[in-house]
Nanobody
Framework: QVQMVESGGGLVQAGGSLRLSCTAS????????MGWYRQAPGKQRELVAR???????NYVDSVKGRFTISRDSAKNTAYLQMNDLKPEDTAIYYC?????????WGQGTQVTVSS
């Protein structure tokens, strides 16, 4: 069974930083791009950033210049470095494939940014 395991969330003040990690099974990770998504209370899940299997990143406008997505193929792990966090970044953060599939949603990791 494929499993995405997210970690690294927490409570941080506005302007602070967090680094999220996502570990996936080896074959799945090596063959696919990865994405970070988030769901805030009362809102739909949305894309935050994605990275291709060859390392090309792209971001939604609201996080450009603040978040950096990366991947380490040796560790089957994708990262999301989040700087200058804002209260509106508060959400549960999930990882999935570049084109997400329902079967691969994990538990996510909670990020809470206080003002």
């Amino acid at each position: 069974q494929v499993q995405m395991v997210e970690s690294g969330g927490g409570l941080v003040q506005a302007g602070g930083s967090l680094r999220l990690s996502c570990t996936a099974s080896g074959r799945l990770f090596s063959l696919n791009g990865m994405g970070w998504y988030r769901q805030a209370p009362g809102k739909q899940r949305e894309l935050v950033a994605r990275i291709t299997s060859t390392g090309m990143p792209n971001y939604v406008d609201s996080v450009k210049g603040r978040f950096t997505i990366s991947r380490d193929s040796a560790k089957n792990t994708a990262y999301l470095q989040m700087n200058d966090l804002k209260p509106e970044d508060t959400a549960i953060y999930y990882c999935n494939l570049y084109l997400p599939r329902d079967a691969y949603w994990g538990q996510g990791t909670q990020v809470t940014v206080s003002s």
